[in-house]
């Protein structure tokens, strides 16, 4: 860790990123975006903490550089429910695609080796040797957050994994209260329960509206995510079925700022479950 560098920086770094976004924004059809190298991502959410059941959830990752030349990093870490702009980012340094970049920094458990715990996402910035956002970089990412299979009744020693995947996705993936976001798939019943995430990237606290629109019925809810910050939070107990959920944030002053949100399905018994990443 440079203990110098701060996420002062970073706040800076997406002020830059957010003139480029508001640019292109008023031309950019409502698609669903594609994992894609960039200068900068979010990893919406990895996790160093127990579960139900006995499982405990770790993340894997990849961080990787697509350049001829090595490609310096600052790592900056939203921790859950805490303001986070006053941290210090994390400098690492990935080598280039030649010499092994395409897997240029790979981690078994992330949080961890980044000093942290519990539940936090992270927002990977490409940066010069001063610490400057550099524009011609070509990073990308990706996390597996996973358990080992918990004991039951039919296997009491088991031996594999249960995880889900998450994509890395640019900070400006959801920007501005003008649109919802939408993640679909989902499912909460007698059998599995879904939890819904939300990464806030602006130096200010926000919130949303969270509709569940299910087969079987449906709830709505308020989630408000402190600056710099992410929570997750479950949706309330009740059966809907095959569900949709829709983040909506409130409108503000500052209409443009950049955020993330997801839902996440878990099998009751076993563990195993599936992410959506919200897209317009």
């Not at 009491?156 to 249960?162: H, K, L, V």
Request: charged letters at 15%.
């Amino acid at each position: 860790m440079v203990s110098g560098v701060f996420f002062s920086l970073g706040l800076v770094i997406f002020a830059q990123i957010r003139t480029v976004a508001d640019a292109v924004r008023s031309i950019r059809p409502n698609i669903v975006p594609s994992d894609s190298v960039g200068t900068a991502f979010v990893l919406p959410v990895v996790g160093n903490t127990p579960g139900a059941n006995g499982t405990f959830f770790r993340s894997e990752a990849v961080f990787s550089n697509y350049l001829s030349t090595p490609q310096r990093i600052a790592i900056s870490v939203l921790e859950q429910g805490k303001a986070s702009g006053d941290q210090p980012v994390i400098i690492r340094q990935l080598p280039s695609y030649e010499n092994g970049g395409d897997l240029g920094l790979v981690d078994d458990d992330i949080l961890q080796s980044l000093g942290k715990t519990g539940l936090a996402a992270l927002v990977v910035q490409a940066v010069d040797a001063s610490g400057n956002a550099d524009p011609n970089a070509r990073i990308d990412g990706f996390t597996r957050i996973w358990t080992n299979q918990p004991p039951s009744d039919g296997c009491p020693s088991p031996r594999g994994t249960m995880s889900q995947s998450l994509f890395a996705v640019p900070p400006n993936s959801l920007a501005g209260s003008e649109f919802s976001g939408f993640a679909v798939g989902l499912r909460q019943d007698e059998n599995f329960r879904t939890n819904v995430g939300i990464v806030n990237l602006s130096a200010e606290s926000h919130s949303w509206t969270v509709e569940v629109d299910g087969t079987r019925g449906g709830t709505t809810f308020r989630v408000t995510v402190p600056a710099s910050s992410m929570q997750q939070v479950p949706v309330p107990a009740g059966i809907y079925g095959n569900i949709s959920v829709i983040f909506t944030a409130d409108p503000t002053t500052s209409a443009n700022f950049n955020w993330a949100a997801y839902a996440s399905s878990v099998d009751n018994y076993t563990g195993d479950g599936w992410t959506r990443q919200a897209s317009y």
